[in-house]
């Protein structure tokens, strides 16, 4: 199945995200922002608005918590980021209808979301020129137990990863270890033990 994407500005016509907007102008999605779908799975995928076919650009995989699936707000967007590392942002979106979330590395099974956000991936490579040596990934709270789960499903794959407030499973631990990874996690967390 191919997968569609749809300009953002075009999906902005209900009366609430226009209030919203106005409201919170910051909230606004960045140009060369869209959304896209394959079948009913939604994924955001940011392509800088000088986006040149000649360039190999970096791709960071985001990895968003639970119902936390708001894209807008990222300094990867920002002219300042890309004029230093040019870069196309892929945002899969994890229902809470999805049960099972971005899945974790205690449990090897690969979540119906983790199976479309890689054919989403599968897809963002097919379209554009990435450098494979320079794909990052990088989630909070639930994506942070997707982002060691993917490190721990493809060793190797990404250049790179950090998570916030997730977990993984310490028996995977070698599977990382060959990764630069930042990990952060607070104590007053009161959703995801530290521990």
Wanted: hydrophobic share 40%; net charge negative.
């Amino acid at each position: 199945m191919k997968s569609l994407c749809i300009f953002s500005t075009t999906r902005r016509i209900l009366l609430v995200p226009l209030l919203l907007l106005m409201v919170f102008p910051g909230l606004a999605l960045p140009d060369g922002y869209k959304d896209c779908y394959i079948g009913d799975f939604r994924y955001g995928l940011f392509v800088p608005p000088g986006y040149d076919p000649t360039v190999n650009y970096h791709l960071i995989l985001y990895l968003h918590g639970y119902t936390d699936t708001t894209s807008w707000n990222f300094q990867w967007y920002s002219n300042e980021f890309q004029s230093r590392f040019p870069t196309l942002v892929l945002t899969p979106k994890c229902l809470v209808t999805y049960t099972e979330g971005w899945g974790n590395s205690w449990d090897m099974a690969e979540s119906y979301a983790m199976k479309m956000a890689f054919r989403a991936l599968d897809s963002t490579l097919a379209q554009y020129p990435i450098d494979t040596t320079r794909m990052h990934v990088c989630g909070t709270s639930m994506g942070g137990f997707g982002t060691f789960y993917v490190l721990a499903r493809y060793p190797g794959r990404f250049a790179s990863a950090y998570a916030i407030c997730g977990g993984g499973n310490p028996a995977s631990a070698s599977l990382l270890a060959e990764t630069p990874l930042w990990i952060f996690h607070g104590d007053a967390d009161p959703v995801v033990p530290v521990s």
